[in-house]
C-alpha cells in the first residue's frame, strides 16, 4: 500500500518537478510494491540526481531484499543518479550481492553510503570483488558494518587495483586488527587514487600505526588520514612525525582523542616536525590540561537536583561554548543503535508479567558533553496521594563511565527486569525537547485513567484522561518524526508477543521478547 508521502513523491517524479534532484526514502519502509513504482517513476526521471533509500542512524531495516532487488536492478539501467545512500537498511550479505550487481553494471554512480549494514566479511567481500573492476566510484562508505581481518585483507586486494576511488570510510570497524590494518596500508604503497582514508574508532595501536607511517614514507596521493579515537602511543607519534618528514603531500592527518596515550611526549614529538603541525590535527597539551581541569571542576561543582528532570539539560547550557569528547556506545536497550553526543536513544518497554503487567515506560541514553553516560527512566503511575491523577516517576543516572553503560542500565534502572522493547534513534535536540515535554507534565499534572485513550492522534476516546501507554504514546508523537511511532489501540499495544509494531527491530522478536537481563 503507498503512502501518501510516497503517492506525492511519487507524482513529483514522474511529472519531472524541477526542483526535485534529490529523493529521500530513508523515513520510508520500502515495500517491494513501492520499490517498483519507484524504479518506473527514476526510468523516466533525468533530474534525480541523489536517491536516499536509507540514511546511518535514522533508517531501521527499512527495506526488503525483494524491494532492493528491484532498485538495483532498475537503478543499473540509470544514467543521472551519480550518489545513492543505503546507510542503516541492514541489507546483510545477500543484500550486499545486490549492491555489488549494481556496481558492475552501472557506469555512472560516484557515490555510494553502506554504513551499519552488517555487511561483516562476507558481504565486504562480495562489494570489494566488484569494484576491483569498478571505473567510476569515487567515494565509498562502510562506516560500522563488522568488518574483521579477512574483510580487511580483500578491501587491501582492491585498493592494489581500483584506480578511481578517491575516498574510503572504514570508521568504527574495530575487529580488522593488526593483520587486516597492516594489509590495508600496505596496499596504499601501490594506489596513486585514493587522497581520503577514515580508520576513525578502529583500534589501531602502536603496531598497526609502524605500518601506516612506513606507507606514509612512500605514498603520494593521500591527502586526508583520520585517526581520531584510537590507541595511538608516543612510538605511533614518532613513526607519524618521522613520515611526516618526509611526506609533503599528506595535508591532514587527525588525530583527536589519541591525547591520553599519546602523552605529553608524544605531542611534543608531533609538535616540532619541521612541516607538520599545521597539518597534525588534535588538542596541544595545554588545552587538553585546561580541558581536564575545566571538566573536573564542573563535576566536583556540579549539584545533581532531585527530581529535576532536564538536570542534564543544565551541563550542556552553561557549557555550551566548550569542546564536546567524543564517545560512541552501543544503546543497551537495542545493541546494534549507536549513542554519541549528537544521536541519543529512546525505547518504549513493556512489562510482560510481575507486579504491573503491561505497564508501559519510557527509557532514554544519552551522551553528555563530557563523554559520559545518561541513562533516565519515566514512569507514568496512578498518584495514590490524589486519586484521578498520574504521578510521573523518573529515574537519572548521570557522569556514567561508558564502559558502565550496560551495568547501570541493567541492575540499576532495569533493577533486572524482562521487558519487551522497542527503540529509535533521535537526535540530541530531540532529546531535550522531550525532557521538556515531561517536564511540563510533572508540572500540569495530568489526569490518570487506566483505560484512558486520549490523544491528539486517536479519533476515539473513552476518558479525559492518560495510561501510562497513551501517555508514552504522546509524547512520542510530539517529536514530529514520522519513524517513531506507536499503534494507535491499547489492545494491539498489550498483544506484544505476536505485534510487530512492538517486535519489529529484527524477526526474533516476533516469538521472543527483547529481554534486558
Known sequence: MLTENIKFLLDKL????????????????????????????????????????????????????????VITEALCKNRFIKFINFGGCHIGEIGAQYIAFLLENNKFIETIELASNELRDEGVMIIAKALEENKTLKYLNLRDNEIGVDGAQVIAKMLRTNSTLRSIQLTENHEMTVKGLK?????????????????????????????????????????NLHLQSNQIGKRGAELIAEALEKNNFLEEIALYGNEDKLTKEGMEILIKVT?????????????LEEQKHRLKEERENYIEPEIQLNASLNINHHLKNQP?????????????????????????????????????????????????????????????????????????????????????????????EKVYCKSWSITHTQALS??????????????????????????????????????????????????????EKWTDFIAAKTSFYIDAIDNQHQKNPCLIM
Open 324 to 416: 564536546v569528547i567524543t564517545t560512541t556506545v552501543y544503546s543497551s536497550a537495542e545493541s546494534k543503535l549507536p549513542v554519541t553526543y549528537e544521536h541519543w536513544a529512546i525505547s518504549v518497554m513493556r512489562k510482560p508479567y510481575g507486579k504491573n503487567p503491561d505497564h508501559a515506560f519510557l527509557v532514554i541514553e544519552g551522551i553528555n558533553q563530557f563523554g559520559r553516560g545518561l541513562l533516565l527512566r519515566f514512569d507514568l503511575v496512578d498518584n495514590e496521594e490524589k486519586p484521578g491523577y498520574a504521578l510521573i516517576v523518573d529515574k537519572t543516572f548521570q557522569n556514567i563511565d561508558p564502559k558502565e553503560m550496560k551495568t547501570v542500565f541493567c541492575k540499576d534502572l532495569m533493577k533486572q
Open 275 to 287: 612541516n607538520g603541525p599545521e597539518r597534525i590535527k588534535m588538542y596541544s597539551f595545554l588545552e
Open 14 to 69: 514522474n511529472n519531472e518537478d524541477e526542483f526535485t534532484n534529490e529523493v529521500d526514502l530513508s523515513k520510508e519502509t520500502i515495500t517491494e510494491e513501492i520499490a517498483i513504482e519507484l524504479a518506473s517513476a527514476l526510468a523516466k526521471n533525468t533530474l534525480v540526481t541523489k536517491l536516499y533509500i536509507g540514511r546511518w542512524l535514522v533508517s531501521r531495516n527499512n527495506i526488503s531484499i525483494k524491494a532492493l532487488k
Open 183 to 223: 594489509a590495508i596500508a600496505e596496499s596504499l604503497k601501490f594506489n596513486h587514487s585514493l587522497i581520503e582514508l577514515s580508520l576513525v574508532l578502529c583500534s589501531i595501536n602502536n603496531l598497526s600505526i609502524e605500518a601506516i607511517g612506513n606507507m606514509l614514507l612512500v605514498n603520494t596521493s593521500l591527502r
Open 434 to 487: 522531550l525532557i521538556q515535554d515531561i517536564q511540563q507534565d510533572k508540572i500540569k499534572m495530568i489526569k490518570y485513567y487506566v483505560s484512558g485513550d486520549k490523544s491528539i492522534f486517536v479519533k476515539s476516546t473513552s476518558n479525559d484522561g492518560h495510561s501510562c501507554f497513551t501517555w508514552a504514546r504522546e509524547k512520542l508523537h510530539n517529536l514530529n518524526d514520522e519513524r517513531i511511532q506507536l499503534p
